[in-house]
């Protein structure tokens, strides 16, 4: 259960902390500076050490997480986030981040869905999402080729314009090393 107490205890400490912070006196807005959406995994381990192991600081990009930083169909949350980045924030690049030793692959949806039932979860509302969840948590096998395969997803899409660039790495998430992955193309599909 969240402890709310302690969450506005750190609060309060992050808020005298920063008085003083001239970071925190800088006007910015939600555009990103660097033109730039990270579209990265959910891994615990990524939080607050992503940005600060590739040089970003607060203002300057917009980060993405989700489960296996995956594009799992062409208008899910991840796309319609950078949608509103390209067209309300004038983000022209975007790289994806995948990471060493990724969760992801452990799971497959067939215990995904036995966790569902035994949580009590009406079957029927499993079955509206199983091929869904077949076709994205079953595929999931090297996080390296992920990347590459979310970076062409998006490469291709329809609704991104064609001065886009599209990008690929990998980080470790116990030392913060970054590589870039090889994409055969920067342009737009």
Not at 9 to 35: I, Q
Not at 44 to 73: C, F, H, P, Q, W
Not at 109 to 137: C, H, P, Y
Request: glycine share 6%; charged share 25%; hydrophobic share 40%.
């Amino acid at each position: 259960m969240l402890n709310i107490d302690e969450l506005v205890t750190a609060n309060r400490k992050f808020l005298e902390d920063s008085k003083n912070d001239p970071r925190m006196r800088e006007h910015l807005t939600s555009h990103p500076k660097k033109k730039l959406a990270i579209v990265t995994c959910m891994d615990t381990r990524l939080v607050d050490m992503l940005e600060r192991a590739l040089g970003y600081t607060r203002g300057e990009i917009i980060v993405i997480k989700t489960a296996g930083n995956s594009v799992t169909n062409p208008f899910d949350s991840v796309v319609q986030s950078l949608l509103v980045a390209v067209y309300g924030m004038e983000v022209e690049d975007v790289l994806v981040i995948g990471h060493e030793e990724c969760g992801m692959i452990d799971f497959s949806s067939q215990s995904f869905i036995q966790k569902m039932v035994a949580a009590g979860i009406n079957r029927d509302a499993i079955r509206m999402i199983e091929t869904g969840l077949i076709d994205w948590m079953d595929k999931f096998c090297v996080s390296e080729h992920n990347v590459l395969f979310t970076v062409d997803r998006l490469k291709k899409h329809p609704l991104f314009p064609a001065y886009m660039h599209f990008y690929g790495g990998m980080m470790d998430p116990a030392t913060g090393e970054f590589r870039m992955l090889s994409v055969e193309s920067q342009e737009n599909q």
